[in-house]
């Protein structure tokens, strides 16, 4: 850092995404889809790059009129972000202050920690149950602005609807914002507690399950005055988050629902078929929701599996944390990929 970087991020930490790497290699470790965007969603980005000489639309009328008709809400129920990272890092800098702590859990999405510090907020972590399951009762004692990824991230467990709700209802006064950035790989989206609830605000993206991790695509759900408070931050620093390629894009990848659905089954099969090779070879697999896997093996270390999984040209996630450093996450590729990773994983043992 230079001499003039300012006190106030002394210290700061940024988020470490995972490698993106240019060479040849069986990519598994940044929980991308494996296959390309809807052939609509490209059709319609390819026309909107004729308009690159004016601004975004601000509001992203078409985006949320498709989103209404797809998800069945009102176009003032929703707002679109560049990336669902924009949207969390917002709801950490809404509703986290000197007072109002962030409450996450221990093992989970690691950039809620960077956002915190980013915002200089202070947070506690909750301590996961000790088969990786979410303490409920301890999210709903702790006060505070609640920040869970459903299904987790890292564990790809599930915390079912019911549970969420009883976080949701345990503190009126205070802001739950559930991650849902693997939703659609699990079942109940906690977007049907709307109705009831005022401080809920349900985060979601378009780089899983849709396929447009490049394009850059979040939405935030939640009732309208939530998101006011939402737009206000993004009016005060980039009303144009969402450019016009990536607003086509999103438009096209909500109404494509056959190419998304079929997409959609084809990863929860193939990680049916990566969860029951893993248990043949000896590995213990935590029941995943999402499309990736946390596994180990009772022989080898995670960081050591990682490491040789890489020399043979294929890449996963090694997290050096106390409570996973003995896993692998393995993001759900296509049968192809994980075929080869089973054969691989079969020679190294
Ligand atoms: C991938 C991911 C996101 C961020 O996705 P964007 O690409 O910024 O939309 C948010 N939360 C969790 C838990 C994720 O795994």
Redesign the pocket.
Known sequence: MSKYFSEKFSGIAPYVPGEQPKNKLIKLNT?ESPFPPSPLAMRLARQAVGNLQLYSDPNNTSLKAAAAEVWGIEPNQILFTN????G?NFAVAAYCDSKTKAVFADVT?G?YPVFCNYNRVPYVEIPLKEDFTIDVDAFCKEEGTVLL?NPN?QTGVYLPLAEVEKIVASNPNRVVVI?E??IDFAEESAVKLLPKYENLLVVG????SRSL?GA???YVIGAPALLADINALIFCTNPFNVNPMTEAAGVGALLDTTYFQGNCEKIKENRAYLTRELERLGFTTLPSAANFVLTRHPEIEGAKLYAQLKEKGILVRHFAMPRISAYIRITIGSKEELTTLVEELEKLL
């Open positions: 929980n990336g669902s990272d924009e969390l999405y950039f990824a991230a991650d950035a693997y993206t378009f780089s899983k991790a850059r695509l979040g």
